[in-house]
């Protein structure tokens, strides 16, 4: 059954002087438990799909429908991890996490403890009274995910949460959040601009065109790729092809604008 | 630690502690030297006494206003004022500040005319106040508050509208109302603005209050710089101004202390 329903969405910006199409007729289905990437060129409206999911922004028409039901404005349903952790300066660890729980006025001992264990399964038990200035970026960005989960959503949305990460605690990161979201069966769409990060996470890549934005081809990923963390499906022989093929299609958009 | 390096390390704290009592005491120096010179020149008709009086006469005439205890009303009314103008310049700057992040519309409306109050001298409503509140205290604290309350708003208001929308952005995916956003963002992420609009209001307070006394009052210590002046008793104005400068550096110095503390847990 689709988790996640969208259905000839289109959106559209207006400034003073004209309309913008950002994005034009865009259908998808996400299946509870899938992880789904989104791929296209920069400033082709990523983030703007995500933003209208997650009922930050309105979509100009079409249907987004969670579990059946129109999504109209944020939910403690979705989740949002955002390119940097931006975890509060002012707070402890502790308070960043508990914060999530305090706005959906959700905070009971339970789910507190709940929040403590996957600090915990984060590795950072020991870190809850310190302050954020005292964490390394990958640190920050596994409190970022804490808090995001605190809610208990059911459908996570990821905008390139590991672009501002050096390239080991990426890779770290990623096994990490993969094993996190299939263990706990949570539903991810992922957006990110890294191929590679797409192909080892995914078990679905939409490439989106150029704005306005369309989707332009599905990769469906296969099982030896699917079934793997993103750190051993890098290691996977067909990686590569799936690498070349992607590239390909994108270079194509991309040489489209110039 | 090798005993080399210790004692190197020795010397280096010797010298820094050795730098601190020399600045220290070429303060000492400097003030004596001022009070000193001013004494010998005043009495020596270098300067005309009656104008620039002397610091014995100044301290003889703080002798015999505390002995008559005529001293403390004075100080006490102008540090009552002083604080008051100070409190309701920030806490109604920043509530200011708040209703105008509140509403959006509102504050695209009251743009130009907050432009308009801060950028007139505020000393030139003296007489405005004076007939709206009459000729007393409430006057003189309205004139603290005014002076202080429009800086406050611009810059608070200004705060609010630079926290990171990111931060914003975080609180409103989990759904938060304007309360919360702003309860939990905005306020904290503005703290240090709000702190800082502190030590700069108390130097404020300080400008309305004395001129404010200038206008209207009989008691004060711009009161006697005043009235001094008026009976051509400079004694009176040396010693009121020497007051002001003590009084006013240790408000200050307190709300250095108080913002130490406010930001103890910020880096």
Known sequence: ????????????????????????????????????????????????????????????????????APITTTSTDIGYMLQQDYLFPWLTIGENIDIALEITKTKTRQNQAYTRELLDQMGLADREKDMPSELSGGMKQRVALVRTLAAKPSLLLLDEPFSALDFQTKLRLEDLIHETLKEKRKTALLVTHDISEAIAMSDRIVLLSNRPAEIKRTFIMPEELKAKSPLAARQQPTFQDWFQLIWKELENLESEIA | MNPKLHEQHE?????????????????????????????????????????????????????????????????????????????????????????????????????????????????????????????????VVAMAVLISIIVTTLVIYGAFRETDENLIKVVDTFGASKWQRFRHVIIPASYPAMVSALKVNVGLAWVGVIVGEYLVSNEGLGYLIIYGFQVFNFDMVMLSLVLVAILATIMYQAVAILEKFLMRNRH
Not at chain 2, 16 to 34: D, P, R
Request: contains cysteine.
């Open chain 1, 1 to 68: 059954m689709a988790l996640l329903t969208l259905r000839e969405v289109e959106k559209h910006f207006f400034s003073q002087e004209n309309v913008i199409e950002a994005i034009r007729n865009i259908s998808l289905d996400i299946d509870s438990g899938e992880f789904v990437s989104i791929i296209g060129p920069s400033g082709c409206g990523k983030t703007t799909i995500l933003s209208m999911i997650a009922g930050l922004i309105k979509h100009s028409a079409g249907e987004i429908l969670l579990q059946d």
């Open chain 2, 11 to 139: 010397q280096f704290r010797v010298r820094k502690k050795h730098e601190k009592i020399y600045v220290f005491m070429t303060q000492v120096a400097i003030l004596a030297a001022f009070i000193s010179l001013w004494e010998i020149a005043s009495r020596l008709n270098w300067i005309d006494p009656l104008i620039f009086s002397s610091p014995s006469s100044v301290w003889n005439l703080l002798v015999s206003m505390i002995a008559d205890s005529s001293l403390y009303v004075h100080i006490g009314v102008t540090l009552v004022e002083t604080i008051f103008g100070f409190l309701i310049g920030t806490l109604g700057g920043i509530a200011i500040a708040a209703f105008l992040w509140w509403s959006p519309f509102l504050s695209r409306v009251l743009d130009p005319y907050i432009v308009v109050l801060n950028a007139t001298p505020k000393v030139a409503l003296g007489p405005m106040l004076i007939v709206i509140f009459g000729a007393n205290m409430t006057s």
